[in-house]
């Protein structure tokens, strides 16, 4: 499956029943919903599906604590709502897409006795709503116990905890494997195709103007129904389509940096609900290292935000206050920054206060815009969005939604074992064996194949990403650039940045082969991986 299976179809002037903007999770759920439903559908992305956002999540699916605080303290329906939604989600997606999401103990450390029945409720509430969805019971640990579960803790001071649970999961892989399901159920989709206007008729929009950013070629996709689902940049196209429409976000960042595994146990995650100025912190076993991030973090819109020094010192500082190690800025591998589009209030202080909750605008022209939510809801945000396009324009379906039953591409046969079946028939180390497994699901076979016909080695030293995954990445999952490969097909930009560097020499040559790529295109690769591993 690549790109430039899609590219012809886009091209012919076809009027589509579904145009959707947007490539990352909510685009990509939305392209998903309504192909399955029978319609016709396009997606273009400027960039790599899920290269924003969508790939710089905390790597939860949740229900979200702190919003359900807030729900509880304020009597906020909306909050109540979304935490409750979101639980159920959780519980979807961990079925349908088994062998890129994990059920993960969290710890929260409890150093005040009065802390106790506080968080302890919380929790327990946040277990009832999650209903037939639930995935374990929140219970109280002793000093001990707490202590076992995450030795690293600072120990002085510290009374109990509380074990929770949520999901993890590889969002950058989700995204791009919701994207190749959608089109096995007929999308069109294509990344690194761009919108550079809105194609109106008597007033009315009736597709988009498209720019390729490969090959420099542009034309009109039409459609009878146009999605804006452009995440942080949703207001970007709403000026497009009306130069007067008032900005219905604000944004706030999610930073994270990757330290070594010794920083976290290999299952057991950490959440310091509130900090010294109220922010939520997770420590996070995540592709065997420790994954450390807060959100709220006021910030600015642009395409790939950079967490900033005092950003970084602000993770480092709470570390080492909550840790009986010492944590320095040369133990960091890699790091990220990713934007939370939020629903503007005009009343709200800060956006810790703003919902995570989802909006759906029509505009005088028809086009309707999602926006807000968060990764967790993508399924129930694509859900809305689609049957209000139906109900609106109207559009003729098959059926009603159905995605709560559509395995995620590589989770139909996943068997959460069958990494000693490939390491057996491939003779493959058992780390790279369990990667493959835990990343393609039921395709791992696959790309063990192309790994036996002389793809075998590693991509870099102490970590089990393969060359096979490079040529799997651009015949299967539509990659186009070694970036796309090292930063999301495979995820080792996020986890060693030095290492990804490392590789992407090699990477480029098994890419310039597969593709015939020139110099030229060789050296605007080697550019292109030099900037965006500086903002990772």
Not at 114 to 129: C, F, H, N, R, T
Not at 271 to 294: M, N, Q, S, Y
């Amino acid at each position: 499956m690549r790109r430039d299976d899609f590219l012809p179809r886009l091209k012919t002037g076809e009027i589509f029943d579904m145009l959707i903007i947007g490539g990352g999770a909510t685009g990509c759920g939305i392209a998903l919903d309504a192909a399955s439903r029978g319609l016709r559908v396009a997606l273009v992305e400027k960039n790599d599906f899920s290269e924003g956002t969508s790939s710089r999540s905390t790597k939860l699916l949740h229900g979200g604590v702190r919003y359900l605080e807030m729900a509880v303290k304020h009597l906020d329906k909306s909050q109540y709502h979304l935490v409750r939604d979101a639980l159920r989600e959780r519980g979807i997606l961990l079925r349908l897409a088994p062998h890129l999401s994990n059920t993960l103990p969290l710890v929260t450390p409890l150093y005040r006795w009065m802390e106790v029945p506080y968080i302890l409720s919380g929790l327990k509430l946040y277990d009832v709503l999650a209903g037939s969805s639930g995935i374990g019971n929140s219970r109280l640990l002793g000093r001990e116990k707490a202590l076992k579960r995450f030795p690293m803790l600072h120990a002085e001071g510290l009374k109990a905890g509380v074990l929770y649970y949520d999901g993890q999961f590889n969002d950058a892989r989700m995204a791009v494997c919701i994207a190749l399901t959608a089109a096995q159920h007929g999308a069109v989709i294509a990344n690194h195709v761009g919108v550079t206007g809105l194609v109106k008729e008597n007033g009315k929009t009736a597709g988009a103007a498209v720019s390729d950013s490969i090959s420099g070629e542009s034309w009109d996709v039409r459609a009878r129904t146009v999605i804006n689902a452009t995440g942080p940049f949703t207001d970007n196209l709403r000026l497009m389509d009306n130069p007067a429409s008032r900005p219905m976000l604000e944004v706030s960042s999610g930073i994270h940096i990757l330290l070594h595994r010794r920083f976290a146990p290999p299952d057991t995650g950490l959440l310091i609900p509130k900090t010294e100025d109220g922010r939520v912190l997770f420590v996070l076993p995540w592709e065997g290292h420790a994954l450390v991030g807060t959100t709220d973090e006021p910030a600015r819109i642009e395409e790939h935000p950079c967490p900033s020094g005092e950003e970084i010192a602000y993770l480092l500082r709470h570390i080492c206050r909550y840790f009986d190690l010492q944590v320095v800025e040369s133990d960091i591998k890699a790091i990220w920054s990713g934007l939370r589009p939020l629903i503007k209030d005009p009343k709200a202080s800060d956006t810790a206060k703003l919902t995570r909750d989802h909006c759906i605008e029509h505009s005088a022209s028809g086009l309707i815009t999602i926006a807000g939510g968060k990764w967790t809801t993508y399924r129930k945000m694509a859900k809305d969005v689609v049957d209000q396009a139906v109900r609106r324009f109207p559009l003729k379906t098959r059926s009603k939604c159905r995605t709560d039953r559509i395995f995620i591409t590589g989770g139909a046969g996943y068997d959460p074992q069958g990494d000693g079946a490939l390491a057996r028939e491939f003779d493959l180390n058992p780390q790279v064996a369990m990667h493959l497994n835990r990343s393609y699901g039921d395709r791992a076979v696959e790309v063990a194949k192309i790994a036996a016909s002389g793809y075998g080695d590693l991509l870099a030293v102490d970590h089990p990403y393969l060359e096979a995954e490079v040529l799997y990445a651009i015949r299967h999952e539509c990659a186009e650039h070694a970036i796309d490969v090292l930063a999301r097909r495979t995820v080792l930009a996020q986890v060693d940045r030095a290492a990804a560097q490392e590789a992407s020499g090699r990477v480029i040559d098994l890419m310039a082969r597969e593709s015939g790529w020139d110099e030229e295109r060789i050296d605007k690769e080697k550019e292109l991986v030099e900037q965006r591993l500086a903002a990772l």
